[in-house]
């Protein structure tokens, strides 16, 4: 069967708009959230803004000109020279697109609806376009100019894995020879104040499987792959998937979906549970989430095995969450480190003692790493990378 390789990463968030920045803030172990009103007028939150320049929109169309586009963009710019070698070597007919979202262009269609509330009217600069969750997979394939299978995914957290997942089945299926898959999706009012109106949002940095834990801090990212089955940069080797459909919003408690789909993948990858040295939790840190996953991880691998979330340091970027933090996985396994788990050490003595990772480790001989993604509706996907 054919083997399926990330070849080259893109990722810009709060943690900065390349993998070196992104590298080093891991490193150091200090993150930098923004507190703010902005998307939430009169409540501050910590939000995981991205405050650097992005490119402009070179399409003149309506549809395009959102923040979800131009966070593509600035990511295919990183990667855009090992793009055009695969399309120039494939063929653009033999190039797909797939991006996970759950925003898409909504922010920017928030104040064209707030007017048709007021008005009764919308500005004619609008279009609906905007706010499709096909349009920023559309756009790169625009904006490549090319003709593959295109389309959005868009299954709330676990959007940005599953675009991996899918860009394998086009890879394996022959349809296509190369992929551009990730996750992208943009701070707005609508996110932010949703989750708080479920109560699960934290006004405090977020504080994964702490005693002290009370919510997500939302942020906002790309993190795009240039997929091929050609053996470079980091393998996609396992990849398992479940749905235990337990309720619209909280997961199943027993932590059985968890446990499904990591199972699932380390069967796909042909390893034992053994072979994994380092677990990127989904870890939001929201009371129930924490619970299960950590449930979930002492089942299937013990309490030894290295993990962290890595949401601190990025907010909880939904539907491209998966696609970033399989980019945090490649640059763990290619630079040789263990990220760290930023909390406040008081643990919970309801949850499992697994293995939080308290500082930056070197790690330069490990070769398997597992990230979990968990989203709304039970809709779980675990991938596991190799090193090459």
Known sequence: MKRCYLNAMAMLSAMGDSPGQACDLLRSGQPGLTL?????????????????????????????????????????????SEID?????????????????????IGDSEGFLNQRAVTGQVSGEYDYGLQEMGATAAFVAKQLDVSGPVFGISTACSSGSK?????????????????IAGGVDTMCHLTVQGFSSLEAVSEQLCNPFSANRNGINIGEA??????????EGVELVGIGESS??????????SGA?????????????GIPAEKISYINLHGTATPLNDQMESRA????????????????FTGHTLGAAGALE?????????????????WDGDSDPDLPAINLVAESTADEQQEYMLSNSFAFGGNNISLILRRL
């Not at 995981?48 to 320049?53: A, Q, V």
């Not at 653009?92 to 262009?105: K, Y």
């Not at 790309?222 to 053996?231: G, I, M, N, P, S």
């Open 36 to 80: 703010t009103d902005q998307f939430s007028p009169g409540q501050q939150f910590p939000l995981g803004l991205y405050d650097g320049e992005l490119p402009e929109i070179p399409f003149s169309e309506l549809k395009w000109q959102s923040r979800n586009n131009r966070f593509a963009l600035a990511a295919l710019y990183q990667i855009r």
């Open 85 to 105: 070698v695969a399309v120039k070597r494939y063929g653009a007919n033999r190039i797909g697109v797939i991006v996970g979202t759950s925003t898409s262009g």
């Open 163 to 179: 675009a991996l997942a899918s860009a394998r089945r086009l890879l394996r299926s022959g349809l296509c020879d190369a992929v």
């Open 222 to 231: 790309a993190a795009l792959f240039l997929v091929t089955a050609e053996a």
């Open 244 to 253: 235990d459909a337990h309720h619209i919003s909280a997961p199943d408690p």
């Open 257 to 269: 979906g968890a446990v499904r789909c990591m199972s699932a993948a380390l069967v796909d990858a």
């Open 297 to 312: 991880v002492a089942e299937v691998f013990g309490t030894q095995v290295r993990c962290s979330s890595t949401k601190p």
């Open 326 to 342: 399989a980019a945090i996985g490649w640059l763990a396994l290619r630079e040789g480190f263990i990220p760290p788990h930023y």
